[in-house]
């Protein structure tokens, strides 16, 4: 039986943590002592309509992964529901039971969540929504893709890249920071990319641990080290910079960064 598991109130992210606390069911804990290890085979993704988590998506269904896509617009939930190996689900990011309701049933979740609804940040409302889902699903294996410039990495971009994002920045922080303080039995990681670019993936992308990298690196190659980092124990508990060193960046010298062996 694994750990008891924290997960927060949507209400109450602080003073309603012993709410959540209860031990996970023994449907919901039935992988052996062996589980680190273990393939994630039912992936949800939030995101996944465009962009970096439609790459997630794209790269999961080839690795034979099923995947729960949420979505907010007809055409992408047509467009996903016609890949094998994918369900398509109408919900609002920001619609906590919807995303519960998604969610349940898979043993994996990926959020590549960002932008904002109206007075809503989905960069850190979306993605509460999906973190605390998985607390109270009991699906601990939680991939959080945020940015460059978040938490401890604010010091690899300049002052004014920081201050066109610092909405976006603050807000995928504060999701950052509650899926560390309270989610410590969760086989958590936090994937944080550089300068994003749409164009066919070089495959030269890397993880690194060093906090001060910056660099440039394509949407494709996001979800590569993404989905490699899902079923890799290694990466568990850990917060990388994604970039690609074979890119000229004016934002950063890449070049150098010691890679993670993903």
Known sequence: MRSLFVCVSALAAVSCVEAFLAPMSVARTARSSSSLSMAYNKVFVAGGSSGVG???VNQLVSKGKQVVAIVRREDALEELNAIEGVTAVMVDALDLKGV??????CDAAITTLGGSSGENRVDYEGNRNVIESAGILGVTRVILVTSVGC????????DQVYTSLEKALVAKTKAEKMLQKYYTNAFWTIIRPGGLQTAEGTGKAILTENKTI??????????DVVV?????DGTHKKVFTAVDPSIPSSFGDASKA???PL
Do not use: K, M
């Open 151 to 158: 938490g401890d990495s604010r010091g690899a971009i300049s």
């Open 100 to 105: 519960e309701g998604a969610l349940d049933g």
């Open 214 to 223: 910056a660099g440039i690196i394509r949407r494709a190659d996001v979800a």
């Open 54 to 56: 439609r790459e997630v």
């Open 258 to 260: 010691e890679a993670f």
């Open 228 to 232: 490699r980092a899902l079923d890799n």
